[in-house]
């Protein structure tokens, strides 16, 4: 390695501490701790200015975010490594699926109280250009227990699927999912 390189860090400054959102399959901690180790719930929060939206990849359609004035989107956020940001990155696709961006965010601890400090949390976003779709039983399932474990709006969730598969098939997969009567009988 050139001396030039020598100078460069791979870790971030706050001493290989990362915060890291998540709205998707990553709601469930035991599934982020296989995914990253280190991986320790630091708190939650609401990203102001988007929505939750169902979009396809290559093995199904999964949760991802996008700018919307009248949206939020609760997160759990993670306190990780920066080893586990990379291992989190091969995870997910990044770059080639997800990019990611950093959100400064107000954080509600676990008690309920909120931290006086907000945190710069990375988050991954599946690329805009993708198609909008609907996700299997088993991986909406997975956000269902999620808004449920952390006392999130479910109306959030409900409203992503409307958004990715409109409103009366949306009606009538979540009337199915619910164990719902049809409304319309």
Request: charged content about 30%; overall charge negative; hydrophobic content about 35%.
């Amino acid at each position: 390695m050139n001396d030039f390189w020598k100078g460069f860090q791979l870790i971030r400054q706050e001493d290989n501490e990362v915060f890291c959102i998540a709205y998707g399959s990553n709601l469930d901690e035991a599934r982020m701790k296989k995914r990253c180790p280190s991986a320790e719930v630091f708190g939650t929060s609401v990203i102001g200015g988007y929505r939750l939206l169902f979009k396809q990849s290559m093995t199904g359609a999964y949760a991802t975010i996008e700018q919307d004035a009248n949206g939020c989107v609760p997160v759990v956020i993670y306190r990780i490594t920066a080893e586990d940001e990379l291992k989190l990155d091969r995870f997910e696709g990044y770059p080639k699926y997800y990019y990611k961006r950093d959100f400064l965010l107000p954080v509600w601890g676990l008690n309920g109280r909120k931290k006086k400090l907000r945190r710069n949390c990375i988050g991954y976003i599946l690329h805009e250009y993708r198609m909008l779709g609907e996700p299997c039983e088993d991986y909406f399932d997975l956000l269902d227990r999620g808004y449920e474990r952390w006392g999130f709006e479910k109306s959030i969730l409900k409203k992503a699927m409307e958004d990715s598969i409109g409103r009366d098939a949306a009606a009538l997969w979540l009337a199915e999912y619910y164990g719902e009567e049809d409304e319309h009988e």
